[in-house]
């Protein structure tokens, strides 16, 4: 079979390499240990030399090949990340330039001061200045970086413009549930021990306010140019809203409801055109190990117009009033009547 | 120079010098019970290689879905069964793996492989003492890692399977089997396993400690010692504060999956089941364990960071620079590492300003660190270098810590973090920094004291050989990640190609997966190496065969027990007399000239 075979060429090679090994070994015992010292400081010395050079001409070529491939070409697609790719464009700054003396330095010096007949190693045991030197500014670039750098966190994780609109993100093993407000603006109650096979979210439909919310599965729509607010919880384990484009992230965590906010400044059709790509999506990715079907946690997120998101808006039914048709209002808003029959599944 | 606190009486183990003469050691109890710290430490990295062995395999088996996620192969299926039927490794197979080759190679290979190597085989000898201070917590601290090796492994052969949430654990996933096989008995073995593995690391923890406090010999002082031996106390100081706090996570794990409390669960439905659980709260779960997880990566870090540092010294034939200065980074390294915990927990909605606090932190532990890389640098200038295979290592070692800390500075900055967070930048990062840099740490120490553990040298062609494939495959694989993670790429996901917008990296993947079979496949030629050079390795004919100052190398070629046949020596200087006033070096044992200043 094929992997035999495999398995035999490996050893074999294992074998060759072997031999090589302990043939050399022989040969600088014969050749004496000070010669065969100093052709392999040679043949190292000059190869960590000509693995610098490699490695810098491999980094350029990596970055040519996927950087492409980062987001960052088209930039944040929510007005508040374009803060955080400017914080990576600093830091990249910062220790690109770090990078590439240190490891320059560190392989030069080696090449450079590889053992040789007539040289000396200088002593040199300390320097309190240059200790200095190097502890100032670094701490100074790092004020840098940690000043911007939390300057944004702040806004961030601050509060929501009042303008948001505010939807409910609910992650359980495997997928994404969505609830809007509707027209009162206000989510009705929700109990996790309400949660039924008919009532997914635990909504409390007894609270009024719930009456106009709209549960949709897997898809959220948002409009463009408009503060969203994402009020995020699980039913669960902890999961994590991953929003890559929009540069967001927010752990989903069962018994502790968090928040996150952004703008998006670009529609998905938009996107499709900016990124070249037909087929682009803005999607929703776990990002919190939650079971065996944590890679497939996928949500979707369509960017609208606001003229499109009025209308999808529009069109969608209540919660309430697929589950209660009987008892819903044909207008939205008005308050409905409470409904006795439905009872919880768990008594409170 | 000398000073009250080596009052003590060094000769106190004097008389078992002569205890081999007088005292009959069987099989077992020579090799097997050993108190003996140079033969505990033989079998603490022969538990790691195999450890290493079977963590690596796993790396290699999950990255074979992960770089070909379209294709079957049936010989899995041969070994494997059920959990790769048809050919491909099944999502709750792959989880399984990914979480125990985190939990493998963080614990069993990088904290006991290689600090419960090298602090007991260097600690004694460096410091010129008989022994541990105390030899049966030592041995004992061998047989509990064993025996916390033996549960985990059997973990691996349960039906439900090993534990499958990542070696992070986090409830409620890890407390609720409902949620995932793993989290059936798997997860209760991990458990119980990680409480053994944790008595070990206390038990040799405590000992370093004593040890490295009480038993020096005449002269060495704590500032004429070995960095190697700092870096080995302050590892210590972190595994004996920061372990107990996951070992109470763990208990209140166990707690919650077996007796129906609720530390870490509250408001729960799963699988159609409303749970009772009412109160508590995952993210003190999280708290508790990277209470411990941070300092955990520098236990793995600093014995790596030391023996560098030594190795750097010997072979450049200068002192390290700034010695005053590297114990300083040393012990501000150890302070920070326990301030920085939160910095895993930037997007689990906790308090901005407890957020912005550990950001500041995070940042400030950069500056240690940069004195650190900065310093090895100034060693190399004007020096002398021969590249043993332990200095290609120790080389290796600072460029792989510069690049891996590097990128620690983006994920520290909590506003990068929301982007980065669960990305392949974070796995990048801590792979470069922690896994192969600490792993080039511990091969430069097996390369440097071979001799001195088996009184033969490894063969150095397929030492050269070792180097140079890892480091130019370690980059390939880990250097690309970055980019994976800039494009928001999660972590611990089974399969891509369902994503529009993470498939596109399908090529890097398989390329990838590639190059880490040659690169593991290249350690199975060190393990060769390591085995077969124990009997028919080229014997050393000299007791110093590194030319090197500190103390292991006065001890005859292969030392007995009690290390030194006669007295101990006495110390009059530091380790780092190399290339002074003319002298290529001078050992620590060799007392001050008649005009001698003394270094540093």
């Known amino acids: 079979m094929t992997a035999i075979l495999f398995v035999a060429i490996i050893v074999m090679i294992f074998v060759i390499i072997f031999q090589i090994a302990k043939a050399s070994e022989y040969v600088s015992v014969l050749r004496g240990e000070d010669k065969a010292r100093k052709q392999n400081n040679k043949i190292n010395a000059f190869l960590l030399v000509a693995f610098l050079i490699l490695g810098l001409i491999g980094i350029l070529y990596c970055n040519d090949l996927y950087y492409g491939k980062t987001l960052f070409p088209q930039g944040s697609a929510s007005k508040e990340g374009e803060k955080i790719d400017l914080m990576l464009y600093i830091t990249i700054g910062v220790t690109g330039t770090v990078f590439f003396i240190t490891q320059i330095l560190l392989f030069w010096f080696s090449f450079k001061y590889q053992e040789k007949d007539d040289r000396k190693a200088h002593y040199f045991a300390h320097s309190n200045k240059l200790e200095a030197i190097w502890t100032i500014f670094p701490a100074l670039f790092l004020t840098v970086l940690v000043v911007f750098g939390l300057k944004y966190w702040f806004k961030m994780t601050g509060e929501a413009p009042k303008d948001a609109i505010q939807i409910e993100v609910t992650g359980h093993q495997f997928g994404w549930e969505f609830r809007y407000p509707g027209a009162d603006g206000i989510f009705g109650v929700k109990n996790y021990k309400l949660t039924s096979g008919t009532d997914p979210l635990g909504v409390d439909f007894n609270d009024s306010a719930s009456h106009d919310d709209i549960h949709v599965g897997g898809t959220m729509h948002i409009p463009v140019g408009q503060p969203v607010k994402l009020i995020i919880n699980s039913q669960d384990v902890i999961h994590d809203v991953g929003l890559s484009q929009f540069r967001m992230k927010m752990d989903a965590v069962p018994g502790i409801p968090t928040t996150l906010w952004f703008t998006p400044l670009y529609t998905t059709a938009q996107m499709k055109e900016r990124s070249g790509n037909p087929d682009f999506t803005y999607e929703i990715s776990c990002d919190q190990m939650c079971g065996k079907g944590h890679f497939s946690m996928r949500g979707v997120i369509i960017v609208d117009t606001k003229e499109d998101y009025a209308k999808w808006l529009a069109q969608q039914k209540s919660e309430y009033s697929t589950l209660f048709p009987a008892k819903t209002d044909s207008l939205a808003g008005q308050k409905s009547v409470t409904d006795t029959t439905a009872k919880p599944l768990a008594s409170r | ?439 080039f740490g511990m091969f430069a120490g097996v390369y440097h004291w071979y001799p001195k553990m088996y009184g033969r040298y490894l063969n150095t062609t397929l030492g050269y050989i070792h180097f140079w494939i890892t480091i130019v495959g370690a980059y390939l694989i880990f250097w690309p990640m970055h980019y994976e993670g800039l494009a928001g790429m999660p972590r611990r996901y089974y399969d891509y190609t369902g994503w529009e917008s993470f498939k596109m990296f399908a090529g890097l993947n398989q390329f990838i997966s590639f190059v880490a079979m040659i690169v593991f496949a290249t350690q199975l030629l060190f393990v060769f190496n390591f085995f077969y050079s124990i009997f028919k390795g080229r014997k050393v004919t000299t007791q110093n065969p590194w030319g090197a100052n500190t103390l292991e190398w006065t001890t005859p070629i292969n030392p007995g027990h009690g290390n030194w046949p006669g007295e101990i020596p006495e110390v009059f200087r530091g380790a780092y007399d190399y290339a002074k006033d003319g002298h290529e070096f001078i050992p620590q044992n060799v007392p001050l000239g008649e005009n001698e200043t003394e270094s540093h």
């Open chain 2, 1 to 439: 120079m000398s000073n009250a606190a080596t009052l003590h009486e060094t000769d106190v183990h004097g008389h078992d010098a002569h205890h081999e003469h007088h005292h009959h050691e069987t099989f077992i109890s020579k090799y097997v019970f050993s108190q003996d710290h140079k033969m505990i430490s033989k079998q603490f990295i022969i538990t790691g290689i195999i450890w290493a062995i079977i963590g690596g395999l796993f790396s290699v088996l999950f990255r074979l879905q992960l770089g070909y996620p379209d294709s079957t192969f049936p010989f899995l299926e041969d070994i494997l069964g059920h959990w790769a039927k048809g050919g491909k490794i099944q999502p709750e197979f792959y989880y399984a793996l990914v979480t125990m080759h985190g939990t493998i190679l963080v614990f069993f290979v990088l904290t006991a492989g290689l600090s419960g190597t090298f602090a007991n085989f260097l600690i004694p000898l460096q410091i010129g003492a008989r022994d541990m201070a105390s030899p049966m917590l030592n041995m004992l601290s061998y047989w509990f890692f064993f025996l916390a090796s033996i549960i985990m492994f059997s973990s691996l052969f349960v039906e439900t399977g090993p534990a499958a949430g990542g070696w992070t654990i986090y409830p409620p996933l890890s407390a609720l089997g409902d949620a995932s096989q793993g989290s059936k008995i798997g997860m209760d073995l991990w458990l119980v396993s990680m409480a053994m593995f944790i008595v070990s690391s206390l038990l040799g923890g405590l000992n370093y400690i004593s040890t490295i406090l009480n038993l020096r010999t005449k002269g060495m002082s704590m500032a004429k010692m070995p960095l190697t031996v700092w870096a080995l106390f302050f590892t210590a100081v972190l595994g004996v504060l920061s372990f107990p706090v996951l070992l109470s996570g763990a208990i209140l794990l166990l707690f919650d999956r077996n007796m129906g409390t609720s530390f870490f669960l509250s408001d729960i439905v799963i699988n159609g089941k409303i749970l009772p659980n009412e109160g508590g709260s995952p993210i003190l779960f999280q708290h508790l364990f990277w209470f411990l997880g941070h300092p955990e990566v520098y236990i793995i870090l600093l014995p790596a960071m030391g023996m560098s540092s030594e190795i750097l010294s010997v072979n450049s034939r200068k002192p390290i620079f700034g010695y005053k200065a590297m114990v300083g980074s040393l012990f501000a390294i150890t302070l920070l590492a326990f301030l920085v915990w939160a910095h895993h927990m930037f997007v689990t909605g906790l308090n901005p300003f407890l957020g912005a606090f550990f950001v500041l932190l995070t940042l400030l532990i950069a500056l240690p660190s940069a004195i650190k890389v900065f310093n090895w640098l100034t060693t190399l200038w004007r020096a002398n270098i021969r590249f043993t295979p332990a200095m290609m290592f120790a080389i290796g070692f600072v460029s792989l810590f510069i690049s891996g800390g590097l990128t620690g500075i983006f994920l520290g900055n909590s506003a990068l973090d929301i982007h980065l967070h669960d990305t392949y930048f974070v796995v990048a990062h801590f792979h470069i920094v922690m896994g192969v840099a600490s792993f």
